[in-house]
């Protein structure tokens, strides 16, 4: 139930800050999705977030689409600082949520231009539900011991680590989501039940859309008669001139 409550609470605290931040710099709505990740390279407990953000907003008094600007969102650092100061004191707040003495006083929130959202999603997704440790990762196994490799994030190379079989267990079964909680999230205009507003989004791209697609060529129809007997096409002969 705690750990249920933890990751509630960072899923939960990162979408405020975002939709805040947006309501206060544009006035409009965003969407964006959440996908929640438990570990790092090592395989240690490391819970963070991973967001896809769409580069434009929404005026719902307006009905208009704001295009945003693709290499900027919002300044990475004001979104550290309101994150964690909002995220310490939801977890105060919380009855069964208690702070370890040794926070960091500096967070970090990476916050970058990814290019387009298909390419991002794909591999946001492989990376997701590939499981904790691929078995193609793990080296050898004894009856004391298990070796597994992971790839460094400095450089790049890859690295072994070996631990006993209990705590390799350990290692990998507190990674296990409590049954029913919702890894991925969609906030916003992205979220389940906006598909009506999503529609209309998708209208207001149609001019744009139009101007782009090849223009065709214009089919010029011949000029032709009909017999006044049997209604079918004439074809022209002879023309002769009398003067």
């Not at 438990?38 to 963070?48: A, E, G, K, S």
């Not at 011949?222 to 023309?239: D, G, T, Y």
């Amino acid at each position: 139930m705690r750990w249920e409550s933890v990751l509630n609470t960072l899923l939960n605290e990162a979408a405020s800050v975002l939709k805040d931040f947006a309501n206060r710099q544009h006035k409009r709505d965003i969407g964006f999705t959440a996908a929640l990740h438990t570990h790092n390279r090592r395989r240690n407990l490391h819970p963070h977030l991973h967001i896809i953000v769409p580069s434009g907003t929404y005026d719902p008094k307006k009905h208009q689409w704001h295009k945003g600007n693709s290499r900027y969102l919002f300044n990475e650092f004001a979104l550290a600082k309101v994150w964690r100061t909002r995220l310490l004191d939801s977890i105060r707040a919380h009855p069964n949520l208690r702070l370890p003495y040794d926070i960091p006083q500096k967070w970090v929130v990476d916050c970058r231009h990814i290019g387009y959202g298909l390419p991002a999603l794909k591999y946001l997704s492989r990376y997701l539900y590939r499981g904790v440790l691929a078995d193609k990762d793990i080296i050898k196994i004894t009856n004391s011991d298990v070796t597994f490799r992971y790839q460094n994030s400095q450089n790049q190379r890859w690295k072994q680590r070996t631990l006993p079989v209990l705590k390799f267990l350990w290692l990998i079964l507190q990674h296990v989501l409590p049954k029913g909680l919702q890894r991925v999230r969609d906030y916003g205009f992205l979220r389940g039940n906006a598909r009506t507003l999503r529609w209309k989004i998708q209208l207001l791209f149609i001019p744009n859309l139009a101007s782009s697609l090849p223009k065709s060529s214009i089919l010029r129809s011949k000029a032709f008669r009909l017999c006044p007997c049997c209604q079918h096409e004439m074809s022209c002969v002879r023309i002769s001139r009398t003067s």
